[in-house]
């Protein structure tokens, strides 16, 4: 099932918690961690590869932190997996690193990115997708089909102006389209996504 109760484990929560403070904290440190730290395509191509992983961890200002603090409880009240501390960094590393690198190859015109949407959208995508393709949940596909309807209306539509208003800039659709992607090859690559019974050891 994919409801469970909010306290059913500690373990579900703790590294949301602490992934919400630390990207909490970069923002308190102000424009200048941002300029550190954001994905900027002409810092990376002369050698700064860190912005591929660090630019998902800072925000454009308190709104755009708190909307990806605020989907981070989603996820837990979507998907309670336990998760190992290994697995969360697995997960928050290699879906970053292949939204940045989806960004840098097939998003030139992208000069700088901030956020961590993209890898929460990969993170929906793994957590949902586990639950619909072993569990056969109704509410899982159902949680999936709305993602990819998200995610298409923003590549065509773009950001509403409201929106963009309140995050500070505009979304970058890309991002969460190659979260997404990255999450689809690492789900596949360990078995997440198959259907149970097809997981290797």
């Given at each position: 099932m994919i409801a469970k109760p909010l306290a059913s484990s500690l373990q579900q929560w703790t590294a949301p918690l602490v992934l919400s403070a630390v990207t909490g904290a970069l923002l308190l440190g102000g424009e200048g961690w941002q300029r550190a730290l954001r994905y900027d395509r002409a810092a990376i191509t002369a050698g700064q590869w860190w912005r591929?992983?660090?630019?998902?961890?800072?925000?454009?200002?308190?709104?755009?932190?708190?909307?990806?603090?605020?989907?981070?409880?989603?996820?837990?009240?979507?998907?309670?997996?336990?998760?190992?501390?290994?697995?969360w960094l697995r997960r928050l590393g290699i879906l970053g690193l292949g939204m940045s690198l989806g960004l840098y190859f097939l998003a030139p015109q992208l000069a700088t990115?901030?956020?961590?949407?993209?890898?929460?959208?990969g993170l929906f995508a793994l957590g949902l997708g586990r639950q619909a393709v072993q569990e056969r949940d109704r509410i899982a596909m159902a949680c999936l089909a709305f993602l990819a309807f998200?995610?298409?209306?923003?590549?065509?539509?773009?950001?509403?102006?409201?929106?963009?208003?309140?995050?500070?800039?505009?979304?970058?659709?890309?991002?969460h389209l190659y979260g997404i992607a990255s999450a689809v090859v690492y789900g596949l690559v360990r078995g997440d996504l198959r259907p149970t019974g097809v997981k290797e050891a």
């Open positions: 591929l992983l660090s630019g998902s961890f800072v925000h454009l200002g308190f709104w755009h932190w708190l909307f990806n603090a605020l989907s981070l409880v989603l996820l837990v009240l979507l998907c309670p997996e336990r998760l190992s501390a290994a697995e990115y901030v956020g961590l949407s993209g890898v929460i959208y998200r995610v298409g209306e923003e590549l065509v539509l773009g950001t509403p102006a409201w929106e963009a208003r309140l995050m500070g800039g505009g979304v970058v659709a890309e991002s």
